[in-house]
């Protein structure tokens, strides 16, 4: 079973999150009214999917449904 | 004397089983390059020779022809989504299909089985009268049915009500179909391959610089060429080709899983889809029941295949066919797949001039392969967007002009 980490209720399944890209995307925990329409797009819809393994350390966003609390985690993108 | 003649007819009617050998170099330049040995590049190739003379068009493939998400597809062909511009899209892919065997001379095993989109709610009906009621305003034959009309259809499918899920009525849409996909590859890449067009499998684009004037150079192991125009059609890979000439493409690059059970005797006829329980089934001319589901839900960089997913699929196809429990599953694997925010395709010209990107075909690419070689064929050829590709186009996710697929494309394939 895959774990993901939750900053408020650490180690927890995996089917408990939401992916959301990888946090040099658009950041979802922005206040969408402080957004401009064009960013407030690029926030919803437009964040990219990073495919495959890349040299540079890379996190990412996790949602984490029960709690409601977005959370950045690094992750071995090769295996897990 | 009448054996040398029967062999000489033989030589000119017969299609070569062998598909074509890749070039010992590759050419200095070249007018255009595709990047993808998938149907999709394979297409796009031959029918810009064929429908537009073109000539010194190279396909550059990093591994063998079709061996990306092209032969690990589950093969169904469709028209019946719901957005106007997807519906007609797939509506000409469907009528390029009928004839598709006899243009590329060879057998596709195209089987019109019917396609069942199962509804298990109230609210997914009231999608389905919706998605019936598009299509057949778009020409394509698809109605939504009541559980009398479908205990007709499939009389296999169990309409218990003492399920989690019980069955409210379904989508029927009779054109839905399925054909050999690897095949498809090997036609599209034999008749391109014919009309001149040369196929270099093992050739990986590691670089691609564009240039002062328009072209590009474009660098593999095997050597380096410049080409005036470049299509990529590298599906799960299209982040990372179009990184390369500095384009940034909204895709979810996601593995989507599948299996297939030993086979048995023949006994579903329709491919049943539900949204709802995230999966598919149809049974193969070979006996071979094909089983899949929705995408992995975040992204890796790997074709593994997960007991998760097993689990999921066949726990749910259980509940749809109790009586299949014995079956046995033989194999399971995953294709990375490119999938857009609007489940629609991200494909035509670019900001990049002489530069065309065929991508965003997610779970759904298949049953395209036809009519986005013929579309991708012309906007390359003339430079002007097909019109039945214009709301295609990587501007929509700027302009707000996305297209909402998704209610007719996150699992039915
Ligand atoms: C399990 C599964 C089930 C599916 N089921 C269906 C279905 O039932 N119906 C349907 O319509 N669609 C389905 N799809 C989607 C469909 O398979 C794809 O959308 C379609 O095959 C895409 O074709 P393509 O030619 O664009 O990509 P591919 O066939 O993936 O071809 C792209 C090629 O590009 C090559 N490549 C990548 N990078 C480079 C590089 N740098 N240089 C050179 N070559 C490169 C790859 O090796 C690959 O061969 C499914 C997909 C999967 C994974």
């Known amino acids: ?80 | 004397m009448l054996g040398l003649l029967t062999h000489k007819f033989r030589q000119l009617t017969h299609n070569s089983a062998v598909l074509p050998e890749t070039p010992e170099k590759i050419n200095a330049e070249y007018d255009i390059v595709i990047i993808g040995g998938g149907g999709h590049g394979l297409a796009c190739a031959h029918y810009l020779a064929k429908d537009f003379f073109a000539e010194n068009i190279a396909v550059f493939e990093k591994g063998y022809l079709g061996g990306g998400n092209t032969a690990r597809n589950t093969a169904i062909i469709r028209a019946n989504y719901i957005t106007p511009e997807g519906v007609a899209f797939y509506r000409e892919s469907m009528k390029l299909w009928r004839s598709l065997a006899s243009e590329l001379g060879i057998n596709l095993m195209y089987s019109v089985r019917g396609h069942l989109t199962l509804a298990h709610s109230d609210g997914a009906l009231r999608t389905m009268r919706w998605r019936a009621e598009v299509n057949k305003q778009c020409g394509v034959d698809s109605e939504v049915i009541d559980r009398e009309t479908l205990a007709d259809i499939c009389p296999e499918l169990s309409l218990s009500s003492h399920t989690r899920h019980p069955i409210h009525g379904a989508l029927w849409h009779p054109d839905g179909a399925t054909a050999r996909h690897d095949s498809v590859a090997w036609g599209y890449a034999r008749a391109a391959a014919k009309r001149g067009v040369e196929i270099h499998q093992q050739t990986e684009v590691t670089s691609i610089t564009p240039l002062d004037d328009g072209r590009f150079q474009i660098t593999t192991p095997r050597g380096t060429c410049i080409a005036k125009k470049v299509v990529q059609a590298v599906a799960g890979y299209s982040c990372r080709v179009a990184e390369m000439v500095g384009l940034w493409l909204p895709l979810r690059i996601v593995p989507l899983q599948a299996l297939v059970s030993v086979p048995v005797k023949p006994y579903l006829d329709p491919i049943i889809v539900s949204g709802s329980l995230h999966l598919y089934i149809w049974q193969t001319q070979r006996g071979e029941f094909v089983i899949g589901g929705a995408t992995d839900p975040y992204p890796i960089a790997s074709t593994r295949s997960t007991h998760e997913f097993k689990t999921h699929v066949i726990d749910n196809i259980l509940e749809l066919f109790p009586q299949l429990h014995t079956l046995k599953a033989m194999r399971q694997w995953a294709g990375i797949t490119d999938v857009t925010p609007d489940f629609a395709p991200l494909m035509g010209k670019t900001s990049l001039p002489n530069y065309y990107i065929d991508s965003g075909w997610g779970t759904w690419g298949f049953k395209a392969t036809p009519i986005s070689g013929k579309t991708m064929a012309e906007t390359v050829a003339t430079d002007k967007t097909h019109p039945l590709i214009s709301s295609f186009g990587l501007d929509r996710f700027t302009d707000f002009a996305l297209l909402g697929e998704r209610g007719a494309a996150a699992v039915g394939q």
């Open chain 1, 1 to 80: 079973m895959r774990h993901v980490n939750c900053e408020l209720n650490g180690l927890r399944d995996a089917g408990e999150f939401a992916y959301r890209g990888i946090t040099t995307d658009a950041d979802p925990t922005d206040s969408l009214e402080s957004l401009s329409p064009a960013e407030q797009a690029k926030n919803i819809w437009t964040w990219s999917g990073y495919d495959g393994i890349h040299d540079d350390s890379c996190e990412e966003w996790w949602f984490h449904n029960p709690s409601g609390k977005w959370s950045k985690n690094e992750r071995a993108r090769e295996t897990e």
